[in-house]
């Protein structure tokens, strides 16, 4: 970062004696023997009249050496930068060493967030097609944190839905004897059998229907009898879901039901604003917004904030518990299905017209699917959460045990639990949100390549050398001149940019792809470069600082993706 700085600061200088002050974007090349950091010339030859080999030439000879740049060079339209390389070295593993645990960590931001993720109607066990939201959710959050800002986490909860009436409906009718075993003694697995009997009754009598029907409009109309029994239900499944996701150390700071916004009045404050705004109309006794103005086309161009009956819809109280969130907040962020993509923008035109303080951002993802097609929870057609966690942790547990047979079954038991879940959390957040993911479970328990247990490993391998020798306080690290000692440092120094670029970009994959070419340097290091028994006892101590730099970054980027960075395996 301290060389991209001082590279800007150069060519700003000169590219203003051409009359270019905009924006300086620089590059990284493709290989080292290219540099470090490049600038692009090409769009200057429409200014300058010239062929972009030159202008870089011109460059080129024009930028002087400083604290970090070392050379520089010119070819094909480009200016290559290289850095300092001792000074690199030097300055990179000093200041890893020294900051430690918040090595990485970006300036206090103070500025307030609310992150709000999964959400899942508690009707039954989150299912591995969900699961994508609260790992992606509590991913960010930890970036977000790790960037500098304050982050609050939020679970809005369901409570006057269908789902959720139908296992109200289920646990207060259904005979619990004339349902199958549970897949196990947990609240969600137990009493998801009755949201599921509730789903076939419904298909094959019109009156299941019509019962659970009157409960939703009582609930939407906030009759306190009726959201009780709601709530009574919907608890249970709740604390099975939050038992579930804290395995995987997901929690959080608030759950907000739904109903909040209709007990308080706030749907109805915000259904008479919205009946003010020019944009909107009726159809019947039905109010809507017209969305052609804001760029809707097709069959969406109306969106309707009330029925024709006067209830109001699940986008309306969204809308109102986001009116709430702004109040609270400076900067709003949704976690949101692919599927909730025009629902999330009907609620963001609304709030413009009510004039939110804060409009919030969504990170929208692609669902995990079966090979054959989407998991349905009420048909009873899903992989569950717990079924893939239990499983990757017997798969670990076996690898652990066939390498460590000589660890204490508690222990080998940990490192299971530890490097299991890292292997479920990886396998999601290590794809763009936007791709889809077929979950395969050969790909999601793979401990090899690109996976969780890859990262863990290096780690435990920089924590056993350490072991059998500490590094010193203070080494002479201008010794680390081979060229896998200096790639290793390079990536080493990458690591804040990487977080800003994550965060920004509301992308935590690219932590993870961060991680994997450290570990995969870290290892090619190991083989080329010998610690212990290095050519001497100065160049050992310089190497064990840098196993001590590697070990302390890896911990810190495992961390910001929930996972366990264990001292081995």
Same mark, same amino acid.
């Given at each position: 970062?301290?060389?991209?700085?001082?590279?800007?600061?150069?060519?700003?200088?000169? @590219?203003?004696?051409?009359?270019?002050?905009?924006?300086?974007?620089?590059?990284?090349?493709?290989?080292?023997?290219?540099?470090?950091? $490049? =600038?692009?010339?090409?769009?200057?030859?429409?200014?300058?009249?010239?062929?972009?080999?030159?202008?870089?030439?011109?460059?080129?000879?024009?930028?002087?050496?400083?604290?970090?740049?070392?050379?520089?060079?010119?070819?094909?339209?480009?200016?290559?930068?290289?850095?300092?390389?001792?000074?690199?070295? $030097?300055?990179?593993?000093?200041?890893?060493?020294?900051? +430690?645990?918040?090595?990485?960590?970006?300036?206090?931001?103070?500025?307030?967030?609310?992150?709000?993720?999964?959400?899942?109607? %508690?009707?039954?066990?989150?299912?591995?097609?969900?699961?994508?939201?609260?790992?992606?959710? +509590?991913?960010?959050?930890?970036?977000?944190?790790?960037?500098?800002?304050?982050?609050?986490?939020?679970?809005? !909860?369901?409570?006057?839905?269908?789902?959720?009436?139908? @296992?109200?409906?289920? &646990?207060?009718?259904? *005979?619990?004897?004339?349902?199958?075993? %549970?897949?196990?003694?947990?609240?969600?697995?137990?009493?998801?059998?009755?949201?599921?009997?509730?789903?076939?009754?419904?298909?094959?009598?019109?009156?299941?229907?019509?019962?659970?029907?009157?409960?939703?409009?009582?609930?939407? @109309? /906030?009759?306190?009898?009726?959201?009780?029994?709601?709530?009574?239900?919907?608890?249970?499944?709740?604390?099975?879901?939050?038992?579930?996701?804290?395995?995987?150390?997901?929690?959080? +700071?608030?759950?907000?039901?739904?109903?909040?916004?209709?007990?308080?009045?706030?749907?109805?404050?915000?259904?008479? $604003?919205?009946?003010?705004?020019?944009?909107?109309?009726?159809?019947?006794?039905?109010?809507?917004?017209?969305?052609?103005? =804001?760029? !809707?086309?097709?069959?969406?161009?109306?969106?309707?904030?009330?029925?024709?009956? /006067?209830?109001?819809?699940?986008?309306?109280? +969204?809308?109102?518990?986001?009116?709430?969130?702004?109040?609270?907040?400076?900067?709003?962020?949704?976690?949101?299905?692919?599927?909730?993509?025009?629902?999330?923008?009907?609620?963001?035109?609304?709030?413009?017209?009510?004039?939110?303080?804060?409009?919030?951002?969504?990170?929208?993802?692609?669902?995990?699917?079966?090979? /054959?097609?989407?998991?349905?929870?009420?048909?009873?057609?899903?992989?569950?959460?717990? *079924?893939?966690?239990?499983?990757?942790?017997?798969?670990?547990?076996?690898?652990?045990?066939?390498?460590?047979?000589?660890?204490?079954?508690?222990?080998?038991?940990?490192?299971?639990?530890?490097?299991?879940?890292?292997?479920?959390?990886?396998?999601?957040?290590?794809?763009?949100?936007?791709?889809?993911?077929?979950?395969?479970?050969? *790909?999601?328990?793979?401990?090899?390549?690109?996976?969780?247990?890859? &990262?863990?490993?290096?780690?435990?391998?920089?924590?056993?050398?350490?072991?059998?020798?500490?590094?010193?306080?203070?080494?002479?690290?201008?010794?680390?001149?081979?060229?896998?000692?200096?790639?290793?440092?390079?990536?080493? $120094?990458?690591?804040?940019?990487?977080?800003?670029?994550?965060?920004?970009?509301?992308?935590?994959?690219?932590?993870?792809?961060?991680?994997?070419?450290?570990?995969?340097?870290?290892?090619?290091?190991?083989?080329?470069?010998?610690?212990?028994?290095?050519?001497?006892?100065? @160049?050992?101590?310089?190497?064990?600082?840098?196993?001590?730099?590697?070990?302390?970054?890896?911990?810190?980027?495992?961390?910001?993706?929930?996972?366990?960075?264990?001292?081995?395996?």
């Amino acid at each position: 970062m301290s060389l991209k700085k001082e590279i800007v600061n150069s060519l700003r200088e000169i @590219l203003s004696t051409y009359g270019y002050t905009e924006e300086i974007n620089l590059e990284t090349p493709p290989s080292p023997d290219k540099g470090d950091v $490049a =600038f692009a010339c090409f769009f200057l030859s429409k200014i300058l009249k010239q062929a972009p080999d030159k202008i870089a030439e011109e460059i080129a000879s024009k930028i002087k050496t400083k604290e970090w740049i070392e050379d520089v060079t010119a070819e094909r339209g480009y200016v290559n930068f290289f850095i300092n390389r001792d000074k690199l070295v $030097a300055t990179t593993i000093e200041i890893i060493r020294k900051m +430690d645990e918040s090595y990485g960590m970006l300036d206090k931001k103070n500025i307030k967030m609310i992150i709000e993720h999964t959400s899942a109607n %508690p009707n039954g066990p989150l299912h591995v097609g969900r699961a994508r939201n609260p790992i992606l959710g +509590d991913t960010l959050v930890r970036l977000y944190k790790f960037a500098g800002y304050d982050v609050e986490t939020q679970f809005y !909860v369901d409570d006057l839905g269908k789902q959720v009436a139908m @296992l109200a409906w289920g &646990i207060n009718n259904i *005979d619990p004897k004339t349902l199958p075993e %549970p897949s196990r003694e947990k609240p969600d697995h137990v009493f998801v059998r009755f949201y599921q009997k509730t789903y076939q009754l419904m298909e094959e009598d019109d009156k299941v229907s019509d019962e659970i029907a009157k409960l939703v409009r009582e609930c939407e @109309l /906030g009759h306190t009898e009726a959201l009780e029994l709601v709530k009574e239900a919907y608890e249970k499944v709740l604390e099975g879901i939050k038992q579930s996701l804290s395995r995987m150390d997901i929690h959080f +700071d608030v759950f907000v039901p739904e109903s909040k916004f209709v007990k308080d009045g706030s749907v109805e404050k915000v259904v008479e $604003a919205l009946k003010k705004s020019e944009y909107v109309d009726r159809e019947g006794k039905a109010w809507y917004i017209d969305l052609k103005t =804001f760029g !809707v086309s097709g069959r969406n161009t109306k969106f309707f904030f009330t029925r024709s009956d /006067g209830t109001t819809l699940y986008a309306t109280r +969204d809308i109102a518990y986001h009116l709430w969130k702004a109040e609270r907040a400076d900067m709003l962020l949704n976690i949101l299905g692919e599927d909730h993509k025009l629902e999330a923008k009907q609620v963001q035109i609304a709030l413009k017209l009510l004039n939110a303080k804060v409009i919030p951002k969504a990170v929208f993802y692609a669902f995990v699917t079966l090979p /054959g097609g989407k998991m349905s929870t009420r048909r009873g057609r899903a992989v569950y959460l717990d *079924d893939l966690i239990d499983e990757a942790v017997e798969r670990a547990y076996a690898e652990v045990k066939k390498r460590r047979e000589e660890l204490p079954e508690d222990k080998i038991k940990n490192i299971a639990e530890i490097v299991g879940i890292g292997a479920v959390r990886y396998n999601i957040i290590k794809v763009q949100p936007e791709k889809e993911i077929v979950f395969k479970w050969e *790909d999601a328990l793979n401990f090899e390549g690109n996976s969780a247990p890859f &990262i863990q490993y290096a780690h435990a391998r920089a924590c056993s050398i350490l072991r059998k020798e500490e590094a010193p306080e203070y080494a002479h690290t201008n010794l680390l001149s081979h060229e896998q000692e200096v790639r290793l440092v390079k990536i080493l $120094a990458r690591f804040p940019e990487a977080i800003g670029m994550a965060c920004n970009s509301n992308k935590p994959n690219l932590v993870a792809n961060y991680l994997f070419d450290l570990a995969s340097q870290f290892n090619q290091f190991y083989r080329d470069c010998p610690v212990l028994k290095a050519e001497n006892s100065s @160049l050992k101590k310089a190497r064990l600082a840098l196993v001590d730099a590697t070990r302390i970054t890896l911990r810190n980027g495992l961390s910001i993706l929930g996972i366990k960075a264990p001292e081995e395996m």
